[in-house]
């Protein structure tokens, strides 16, 4: 049963990373559409459709209490807020890739902090395995010219990823990956709304197009709603550490789905990432790590039946 658990947590964790990995095609018709007040419409739309699955599905959404209000605003505000933002700024003084790389690297970060955030001393061959991943997610995306500005925002693009996994373990115990994802998204919405109004206006919403609609809602749905709740219900099943290895699927679903759309075909050099990807998570999950704390295991468990995050 442990070994079922464990897979539906791999399988689930992948997904999650494959929907993310393939936004990137969509996330390219938003590029002339209000920032701020497209994420909004986006976070409030996913908050809505998880609230109702919770409903649904007869999972309880609890209030935050105490410092718990401290960790959810926090990923909020740097894990969907703040890493918009730097996406965009970044990508006007580097190329995409740097970004891309920076965003790559989080498995190293997570498969050391996790652990500690769980209680544990972390392992050595997780992080030897993080370095293969991130590795091999380097060679998938490439490298890009970039600026001092270019870096220090491919810097923050690294720390909000991190903090969008890390701060949530220590609420995921009681809130569940489903209730993590609905207080996050609805503080972001919130946010976002604000951050729409004071730089695009109040009327920014009646500018959207309806390929911009359309890309939000694919986002709102498949990259948030259900992304969100695969993901934590992965984390707090494996732990952040080894959850974290599954990111260096994203670049891979991102190439594949370029190619998909009509893209020329992959060069050799990102055959080679994607293969080092793949020995980089061979080496991380071939032996089960030590038990961490189970959250919610209903929340888990009913991830499976909306068979997907952004």
Do not use: K
Not at 2 to 31: E, F, K, N, Q, Y
Not at 55 to 72: C, D, S, Y
Not at 76 to 95: D, I, K, P, S
Not at 148 to 177: D, M, S
Request: hydrophobic letters at 60%; aromatic letters at 6%.
């Amino acid at each position: 049963m442990v070994g079922v658990s464990r897979l539906v947590s791999l399988v689930t964790g992948s997904v999650a990373m494959i929907c993310v990995g393939g936004s990137v095609a969509v996330s390219a018709l938003l590029a002339g559409a209000p920032l701020f007040t497209t994420q909004s419409l986006r976070y409030a739309v996913a908050c809505l459709l998880l609230v109702a699955f919770a409903r649904i599905r007869r999972i309880p959404l609890v209030r935050p209490r105490g410092r718990e209000w401290a960790w959810l605003a926090g990923i909020a505000a740097t894990g969907l807020v703040l890493f918009n933002v730097a996406l965009v700024e970044g990508v006007r003084h580097a190329e995409p890739a740097v970004l891309g790389v920076a965003v790559a690297s989080v498995p190293i970060l997570l498969a050391i902090a996790g652990p500690l955030l769980d209680g544990r001393t972390p392992s050595r061959t997780v992080p030897a395995a993080a370095v293969v991943v991130t590795a091999g997610a380097a060679l998938v995306q490439g490298l890009g010219r970039t600026d001092g500005a270019g870096v220090a925002w491919a810097a923050v693009a690294f720390a909000c990823e991190a903090a969008f996994t890390l701060l949530a373990v220590p609420v995921l115990g009681r809130h569940g990956p489903a209730g993590v994802s609905v207080h996050t998204t609805w503080l972001a919405a919130a946010m976002l709304a604000v951050l729409g109004v004071l730089h695009e206006g109040p009327g920014a919403a009646a500018t959207l197009r309806p390929t911009e609609l359309i890309a939000g809602g694919y986002l709102a749905v498949m990259v948030t709603a259900v992304a969100f709740v695969l993901w934590y219900g992965s984390v707090a099943r494996l732990g952040a550490g080894t959850a974290g290895l599954l990111t260096g699927i994203a670049p891979i679903a991102a190439a594949l789905t370029g190619v998909a759309l009509g893209g020329p075909a992959p060069r050799p050099l990102v055959w080679a990432g994607i293969a080092t990807v793949a020995a980089g998570l061979a080496l991380g999950l071939r032996t089960r790590p030590a038990t961490v704390p189970a959250a919610a295991p209903a929340d888990i468990v009913t991830t499976v039946d909306i068979f997907q995050r952004g």
